[in-house]
T-cell receptor
């Protein structure tokens, strides 16, 4: 069974630009969560989507947004990029109930210059 | 404020030795405590997880010990192998919000 697929794997953007990252969850999984991973802050929760609805949100500014489509695929958008947004962005999919096991993709490495 | 504190930051162990990583949490609402393993260039992968109704869980060479009163849990890797060299993360969540709160990670190196 295919795992979680994130595209693209690597991105280089300029300050002020916007970027869209994509995540295809494991077939049958309805929950998609996004995390930002940096060396200094570790993994930090961005948001979770379940059945096209944002179910939970972390403490990130409004420049970070997401959405989920009817096929459970999810996209994350970051507008007005800042240097500090450089990070590995990870997507995790799960069945969605309670503390269901989360399966992670390989991430998208975003570099803002 | 780090809700889940992990130590040590790095660890070097000889092949065949025991690797021990510790985590402490603050929020008593947490009811799910997973450990993840991450290799360079890969996303985290679930190793083993525990809920607070048990004090220990073992899967192969990996054991979680859980102390609810002390709000601490630890990962023990028995017979550590060079292939175990990776970064290990503890995390915690509660079933109501499903948001994983992570420790900052432990970089484990197992020398051959």
């Amino acid at each position: 069974k295919a795992g979680v697929t994130q595209t693209p794997r690597y991105l280089i953007k300029t300050r002020g630009q916007q970027v869209t990252l994509s995540c295809s969850p494991i077939s049958g999984h309805r929950s998609v969560s996004w995390y930002q991973q940096t060396p200094g802050q570790g993994l930090q929760f961005l948001f979770e989507y379940f059945s096209e609805t944002q179910r939970n949100k972390g403490n990130f500014p409004g420049r970070f947004s997401g959405r989920q489509f009817s096929n459970s695929r999810s996209e994350m958008n970051v507008s007005t990029l800042e240097l500090g947004d450089s990070a590995l962005y990870l997507c995790a999919s799960s069945l969605g109930g309670g503390n269901a096991e989360a399966f992670f993709g390989q991430g998208t490495r975003l570099t803002v210059v | 404020q780090q809700q889940v504190k992990q130590s040590p930051q790095s660890l070097i162990v000889q092949k065949g030795g025991i690797s021990i990583i510790n985590c402490a949490y603050e929020n008593t609402a947490f009811d799910y405590f997973p450990w993840y393993q991450q290799f360079p260039g890969k996303g985290p992968a679930l190793l083993i997880a525990i809920r607070p109704d048990v004090s220990e869980k073992k899967e192969g060479r990996f054991t979680i010990s859980f102390n609810k009163s002390a709000k601490q849990f630890s990962l023990h890797i028995m017979d550590s192998q060079p292939g175990d060299s990776a970064t290990y993360f503890c995390a915690a969540s509660n079933g109501n919000n499903r948001k994983l709160i992570w420790g900052l990670g432990t970089s484990l190196a197992v020398n051959p």
